[in-house]
């Protein structure tokens, strides 16, 4: 019985025994009648032996001896516990209060928990604050029933106030007939991956059959609709339990869990493997330092898999029970030591299956430290200005219930969330998807995709493909092209504005501009297929993120992100030779044109300069309005036309 010892160690604590083998001397029993003590023993002995329908009867013959003894009434709450009848334990904890209401502050407790567990916080909170209203209350209960009136508070207040809700199964064709849960889905929506109870032909000592957890993985159909979800097979997939997976938003990595194996460092730890081709390399431990002697767990992963959150229990730097670490990995490849993210996530409790969304800056949880509605909640949380996190909020009712709520995901657009639920009308667990009211949303994310090629001789090519934020040149996503079909997939976060960068060794740059501040429709991706042209004399690039004000030529900071590239192309090349060339529209005369154009190119020779680039390599060259390379006929024509580029003149 697995809660056995809980409720025994209940009964020590209320009548102050000092061992199950010698605990129920008749003296200190609620009753002087011998035969009702003799059939509650003879009750007590079929229950540690396992045999429920004995111990049932016999408490029952017992109380029949006497109706105001107490000990059965205990005995019986733990059976109800461990069989999860909720409601018949607190049938016998209220028959232990009507018999005597100042038996055991704890009596108390024990039936609010319950109440809790089937949502009847009203009552709940009542019992609660009797509880506490005793002096002679214990330290732990009175600790515990005071964290647990909050949930009550919450709960109650929560079902008053329900947030929009309205889940609907996302259907036969992938969903199984056994339990499916932990969905994860790339930024696109057109992958979803998720883990599946399987029944294996092992048999348990109980005769039950052994359940094996493996991933399925489903494809989006042009009208939308899923395809028939399959196992994913080998690699992935082992005679193992692989489970908890997190597919990174460019569809290009995979984390996951697993436990007890040879190679483990701890009970649970997380594996990784990453997409080639059309094909999953075979799954790696991810070692130390995310991987220690405890247990790591419920991975993470940002858009482009540079930065990985997970659940841990039991490290030096543990707030209490299990929490949530973030680490990044480094420029070689490895992975930084794991953050604890402090106080304002974690509690002294647990805090576990976090999702970060692709916007880098909102976390979803699960914990049962903050105030919920019971168990396990679903938060989330926000990354401030500051590197700090805001206070959890919980998503509310009816997304959080009585019982355990975790596994929520949020696609990139943000209004579309996905779990796992056996709630009425499943098969088992099956996987439900649900808009997501407006409060509880991310920032919403769009992302471009396409193919980086050589120009040449069209080869498929590995790049690094960067994307900056021009406003503080930080980066947002950085991640390599496939390097068999050279697709990549960028996630950009609406309300900024972006500098996209796609180089390679031996090749020149490529440069361009994403602007999504005020944009409000983010449903259409962007598709880019970006050409890479071998470094060669002749070969120009448009410089599409340096910007200047209107007739001046002041570098704008926003610049600042483009002219690092830059900077880092010639720090690589020290062979190359380039011409800088100022260009502008035809408004205005070719004499003004000409010394705004000489300007502008010798305001990012300067800087270059002023960086540490030798001037010798430098040459600097304003063209007017002379090279168009648009009509100037129309706005969009000449905001082509007003453009930076340079020009390789020289290869040694």
Sequence with gaps: MNNKKYYILIIVLLVMFSGVETCFSQEKYTTSNKKAIALFETALGYYNQG??????????????KDPNFIEPYLLLADIENELQHFD???EAFSKIIKINPDYNPKI?????????????????????????SYDDVDKETDSLATILIKNASFGAKAIKNPVPFNPINIGNYVNTEFKDYWPSLTADENTMMFTVQLPTKNRLPNGKTQMQEDFFITYKNEDGSWSPSNNAGPPLNTDDNEGAQAISANAQFLFYTACNRKEDFGSCDIYFSEKIGNKWTTPKNIGPPINTNHWESNPSPSSDGRILFLASGGRTDSKGGRDIYMCKKNEDGKWSEPVNLGDSINTSRNEYAPFIHPDGKTLYFSSDGWPGMGGQDIFYSKLKDDSTWSTPKNIGYPINTFVDDFGLIVNAHGNLALYSSNRKGSRDWDIYQFELYNEARPTPVNWVSGIVYDKITKEKLEAN???????????????????FTGSYLACIPTEKNYALNVSKSGYVFYSDNFSLQGVTDFTKPYKLDVPLTPIQVGVSVVLKNIFFDTDLFNLKPESKAELS???????????VKIEIGGHTDNVGSQEHNLKLSQNRAKAVFDYLVANGINSSRLSYKGYSFSKPISTNETETGRALNR??????????
């Design 51 to 64: 045999d429920i329908a004995n111990t049932r009867n016999y408490i029952q013959s017992a109380l029949e």
């Design 88 to 90: 018949k334990e607190i």
């Design 108 to 132: 108390y407790y024990l039936v609010a928990k319950s109440e809790m567990k089937i949502g009847n916080y009203s009552d709940a909170e009542i019992h609660l604050y009797k509880c506490l």
């Design 465 to 483: 493909v960067e994307m900056l934020e021009l406003e503080t040149s930080e980066t947002v996503t950085c991640m390599k092209s496939d390097p």
């Design 565 to 575: 590239i830059l900077i880092t192309f010639m720090n690589d090349n020290k062979n």
């Design 643 to 652: 453009r930076t580029e340079f020009i390789v003149t020289e290869v040694k």
